[in-house]
């Protein structure tokens, strides 16, 4: 079965950190580009990280970089958002995804088309 | 930033009714354009690419058009499993951006 399953989300203070980890399944890890999204309670979507199949690029939205790290582990399968700093407006359900592949691997970079099912973050004292 | 702005927010509509739901963007991004919907308590799922491109599973009735900065998602025949939010997101640069979403809600 094709799975995202997320872990590492909780409730963390002001200023905390903490490292999701997202172990994928059913489909070949290493050729994929994979991002995190993220929803805060009640509000919309918002893009967080990028990083192509091999690492080699990644991205950030501009009000992340430099507090939050993407970083992928093909031989286990797994990616992973080291996240320093919080506040308490990262407080959201942070999703791993991957992107689109069409035939001839070809990667539409930016559309995702499969979706873990989320684990949230909390940030408050 | 490119900024994705959809209208309406939230719309009402009965079973069998023809939906329209716009997304404008802030600058041209061609078609590099998609739509997701979401159920509460779920993750999204993709329903078009490429502006009007139909994902693989995605039933007929949905379909999308535009180009360059505006675009619309239209649901023919509004089915009960429809009743959900919908985004639209442009993948034209490397910050992808989402609109601020749509509810679609039973009259």
């Known amino acids: 079965e094709v799975q995202l399953v997320e872990s590492g989300g909780g409730l963390v203070k002001p200023g905390g950190s903490l490292r999701l980890s997202c172990e994928v399944s059913?489909?070949?890890?290493?050729?994929?580009?994979m991002n995190w999204v993220r929803q805060a309670p009640g509000k919309g979507l918002e893009w967080v990280s990028s990083?192509?199949?091999?690492?080699?690029?990644?991205y950030y939205a501009d009000s992340l970089r430099g507090r939050f790290t993407i970083s992928r582990d093909n031989a286990k399968n797994s990616l992973y958002l080291q996240m320093h700093s919080l506040r308490a407006e990262d407080t959201a359900v942070y999703y791993c995804a991957r992107d689109l592949q069409l035939a001839g691997r070809i990667t539409i970079f930016g559309v995702i088309d499969l979706w873990g099912q989320g684990t949230l973050v909390t940030v408050s004292a | 930033d490119i900024q994705m702005t959809q209208s309406p927010s939230s719309l009402s509509a009965s079973v069998g009714d023809r939906v329209t739901i716009t997304c404008r963007a802030s600058q041209d991004i061609g078609v590099f354009l998609a739509w997701y919907q979401q159920k509460p308590g779920k993750a999204p799922q993709l329903l078009l690419y490429a502006a009007s491109r139909v994902q693989s599973g995605v039933p007929s009735r949905f379909s999308g058009s535009g180009s360059g900065t505006d675009f619309t998602l239209t649901i023919s025949g509004l089915q009960p499993e429809d009743f959900a939010s919908y985004y639209c997101q442009q993948y034209y640069n490397t910050l992808w951006t989402f609109g601020q979403g749509t509810k679609v809600e039973i009259k």
């Open positions: 059913g489909f070949i890890f290493s050729d994929y580009s």
């Open positions: 990083i192509t199949s091999s690492g080699n690029y990644i």
